[in-house]
């Protein structure tokens, strides 16, 4: 993810390249998760990691399409994760587990339904 951080000398962001000032106006983590839509990203929770196409995102869940639960994710700079299992469709997270979303270079890795 290419990203520039907000500063007061320079108020906006870049998230993906694109320029969303909005995202710091966000008033909880669900609404930035929104800007993520339709993209692959991981979300860390409490007992696993989990990879997908951010499908959906609300104050009480996400849903990844074409989901995978990771068991170890290995280097974030790898192509792939070390060991995954593919869901075989989608994962519906409840929001307030997620601790951490996030795009390591494994995130953009082939997904079981492409």
């Not at 962001?13 to 909005?22: D, F, G, I, L, R």
């Not at 290995?74 to 995954?84: L, R």
């Not at 409840?94 to 979303?101: F, V, Y």
Request: aromatic letters at 8%.
């Amino acid at each position: 993810m290419s990203e520039q951080t907000a500063t007061a000398a320079n108020p906006e962001t870049y998230v993906n390249s694109k320029k969303v000032p909005e995202i710091l106006k966000a008033k909880d983590f669900s609404e930035v998760l929104k800007y993520y839509i339709g993209t692959k990203v991981c979300l860390c929770c409490a007992r696993y990691h989990w990879r997908g196409v951010l499908a959906l995102a609300n104050r009480d869940c996400v849903v990844l399409s074409d989901a995978t639960q990771i068991d170890v994710t290995g280097a974030c700079s790898a192509d792939q994760p070390t060991s995954e299992d593919a869901l075989e469709g989608d994962a519906i997270i409840k929001t307030d587990a997620i601790e951490t979303m996030y795009q390591p270079k494994f995130s953009q890795a082939k997904l079981p339904g492409e």
